[in-house]
């Protein structure tokens, strides 16, 4: 038999703009105990890992408002069958961001805990606090979260839900997606590639690495390089 314990849910937004809709992911850290009987002790095998339940895209324009409504209602959904499950949203906090956490903030709490990510091109990490909420901030180069997230898909310690929604829409974002180097500061960035299906955008890859970056922190890990290549590239 095996048991599945969820420790903790972490969603990650992208927050859209007039050109991209916004996207949501859901992961959590789930730790599933195997047992040759009916019952479960600490001799039995324990697997940890992180499970990608959840991804959708909203419409396009929709109100912040509306979105931070329907993202409490998938959140209290989800509490109806984890009770005790602590909740945590890393949004978006880039360009409009940080105003909208007022929005989100007023919506979810006590639900979820509020986290924000400034998106940079640089190489440095920094935090601050919203000025009037009690949400931390932190300013991380675009592209550590994205290879913080091919970090966890290589080692297997991100599992996709069968049947997942978007799976392959997700799947064509990780694609389009291309190293860049910027000849006067030789800072290596990300972008997606010209002429791919998402011209300007990877919105549900964005939402992801917020989630993934946040169970790295919430769940450490022994240190392992960061690989240097996207899946498939």
Same mark, same amino acid.
Do not use: C
């Given at each position: 038999?095996?048991?599945?314990?969820?420790?903790?849910?972490?969603?990650? &937004?992208?927050?859209?703009?007039?050109?991209?809709? *916004?996207?949501?992911? @859901?992961?959590?850290?789930?730790? *599933?105990?195997?047992?040759?009987?009916?019952?479960?002790?600490?001799?039995?095998?324990? %697997? #940890?890992?992180?499970?990608?339940?959840?991804?959708?895209?909203?419409?396009?324009?929709?109100?912040?408002?509306? &979105?931070?409504?329907?993202?409490?209602?998938?959140?209290?959904?989800?509490?109806?069958? %984890?009770?005790?499950?602590?909740?945590?949203?890393?949004? +978006?906090?880039?360009? &409009?961001?940080?105003?909208?956490?007022?929005? &989100?903030?007023?919506?979810?709490?006590?639900?979820?805990?509020?986290?924000? =990510?400034?998106?940079?091109?640089?190489?440095?990490?920094?935090? *601050?606090?919203?000025?009037?909420?009690?949400?931390?901030?932190?300013? =991380?180069?675009?592209?550590?979260?994205?290879?913080? @997230?091919?970090? *966890? =898909?290589?080692? #297997?310690?991100?599992?996709?839900?069968?049947?997942?929604?978007? #799976? +392959?829409?997700?799947?064509?974002?990780?694609?389009?997606?291309?190293?860049?180097?910027?000849?006067?500061?030789?800072?290596?960035?990300?972008?997606?590639?010209p002429g791919s299906s998402h011209p300007h955008h990877a919105d549900l890859v964005m939402a992801l690495s917020l989630a993934t970056w946040r169970l790295r922190h919430l769940f450490p890990q022994a240190p392992n390089p960061l690989p240097?290549?996207?899946?498939?590239?």
């Amino acid at each position: 038999m095996t048991r599945l314990l969820t420790h903790h849910a972490v969603y990650g &937004l992208d927050l859209g703009q007039t050109g991209d809709p *916004s996207a949501l992911t @859901l992961l959590t850290a789930v730790e *599933s105990i195997h047992s040759p009987h009916t019952w479960y002790d600490p001799t039995h095998p324990r %697997h #940890r890992h992180w499970l990608l339940s959840d991804a959708r895209i909203f419409p396009l324009g929709m109100a912040y408002r509306q &979105l931070a409504q329907q993202i409490h209602a998938h959140m209290l959904a989800f509490l109806a069958s %984890h009770p005790q499950t602590p909740i945590t949203l890393v949004a +978006d906090a880039t360009g &409009l961001g940080r105003p909208t956490l007022e929005i &989100l903030h007023a919506e979810l709490a006590p639900t979820a805990h509020l986290a924000g =990510i400034v998106f940079t091109g640089g190489q440095s990490h920094s935090q *601050s606090q919203h000025p009037t909420l009690p949400v931390t901030i932190e300013a =991380i180069p675009k592209l550590d979260l994205i290879q913080n @997230l091919i970090h *966890s =898909i290589e080692s #297997r310690q991100l599992h996709l839900t069968p049947g997942l929604p978007l #799976r +392959d829409e997700l799947r064509e974002q990780f694609r389009s997606l291309r190293y860049t180097n910027n000849t006067h500061t030789g800072h290596t960035g990300i972008t997606v590639a010209p002429g791919s299906s998402h011209p300007h955008h990877a919105d549900l890859v964005m939402a992801l690495s917020l989630a993934t970056w946040r169970l790295r922190h919430l769940f450490p890990q022994a240190p392992n390089p960061l690989p240097q290549r996207l899946p498939g590239f």
